[in-house]
């Protein structure tokens, strides 16, 4: 059973804070991660009133673990204090619990509601549009189509970046041939590498690519978090975005991180993916990332040499599924060895066959995905 962020919210509710405050109604929650049966946020209060607000975070902890589903909760209290100020005067024992501000000062939320796990979300400064090329699960062909639709993008016209943010396996430094070190700039921002007129940025330009990446959940968010803010992207209409596969804390953190303009959904034919595919769609519907369509990979075989097609895993399953769903159906690409070759070799075939047969369909997709940000493209570059 899976656990959401509003069940999490809910039982939050309940709790009060020392002054009697709802618990999310006293601004001091941090975003809430809810994965996997795993809930992890943190309660921020001022460092005078830490002792009292002990309490509020164990209750609240044992109020997440009672939820059906949650298997691990963690909830930590964070306590601040202004730079350069004075500890405050002991309170008065008649303005009632020692070392608690007056209702009046918790400051509620916008509109009056209980606080959105997204509430931290900012854009990131000189880039339009971010979104996500995602998938249920991993082997699909998600990180070449991330590049050759990145490609695609920069040959409509705009200004494209590609972030790989799948820490456990990264491709693109494979993909593009890539294999330096960042450098960084004077404001100590790391400066993306540059590369078939992309922007490019990997965690697999920071270790070795034999290197195994063991991430536990708050180290994911972390490095996630530093990869689109510490790099110094530019001015850009479309930062690209491989995510690892899967629903987990990756993608919670780039939807909680960054308001998403879509996701693009990337499948082969057959029933297994396409189940987790529908996984990942539900996922970022529940965060309100718009979904920009379903790509089918490995749609059919071509013959390299007598160009005949064999339906190997299925054929048609992600158009179907996307036709059940109510999204947009991006198109169909191939599986074929020019693809394969030219990923491995390090030059994308959108750049390496730019007048071939399957850089048309990558451009195909991606003027698709363009369309659907031609509002927020213009709006940024007016």
Request: proline share 8%; charged share 20%; hydrophobic share 45%.
């Amino acid at each position: 059973m899976s656990v959401t962020q509003q069940q999490v919210l809910d039982r939050l509710a309940k709790i009060k804070s020392p002054r009697g405050v709802a618990l999310t109604n006293a601004n001091v929650l941090s975003a809430i991660s809810a994965s996997d049966g795993k809930v992890f946020f943190s309660i921020n209060v001022d460092a005078a009133e830490a002792r009292a607000w002990e309490t509020v975070r164990a209750e609240a902890e044992a109020a997440v673990r009672a939820i059906p589903g949650v298997t691990t909760a963690m909830v930590a209290l964070t306590a601040e204090r202004k730079a350069g100020s004075a500890p405050p005067p002991p309170p008065q024992p008649s303005r009632g619990t020692p070392g608690v501000q007056p209702v009046h000062a918790h400051k509620p939320p916008p509109q009056g509601g209980a606080q959105s796990p997204m509430a931290r979300q900012s854009e990131i400064p000189g880039v339009a549009a971010v979104i996500a090329v995602a998938s249920g699960k991993g082997g699909v062909g998600k990180s070449t189509t991330a590049l050759n639709l990145a490609l695609g993008l920069r040959d409509l016209g705009l200004k494209v970046g590609l972030l790989d943010a799948d820490i456990y396996g990264p491709s693109v430094p494979r993909l593009t041939g890539l294999h330096e070190k960042p450098e960084l700039d004077g404001e100590r921002k790391m400066i993306p590498l540059r590369r078939f007129g992309l922007a490019i940025m990997s965690i697999g330009f920071l270790v070795e690519e034999e290197t195994a990446m063991i991430w536990r959940g708050p180290m994911v968010m972390s490095a996630v978090t530093q990869m689109l803010r510490d790099v110094a992207w530019g001015t850009l209409d479309v930062l690209v975005v491989d995510m690892p596969p899967g629903t987990g804390d990756a993608q919670l953190t780039l939807a909680q991180n960054v308001p998403l303009k879509g996701a693009v959904i990337v499948s082969t034919p057959q029933d297994l993916s396409l189940i987790d595919a529908r996984r990942g769609l539900a996922m970022f519907k529940k965060v309100n990332v718009p979904v920009l369509g379903i790509v089918e990979n490995m749609s059919y075989f071509q013959c390299p040499h007598c160009g005949t097609k064999s339906d190997i895993f299925g054929h048609g399953g992600a158009r179907h599924e996307a036709e059940k769903l109510g999204v947009p159906f991006l198109g169909e690409i191939p599986l074929h060895m020019a693809i394969r070759a030219t990923s491995d070799a390090g030059n994308p075939v959108v750049d390496s066959e730019p007048d071939g047969p399957h850089a048309a369909i990558y451009r195909a997709i991606a003027g698709q995905v363009r369309d659907q940000l031609k509002g927020v493209i213009a709006a940024a570059r007016s």
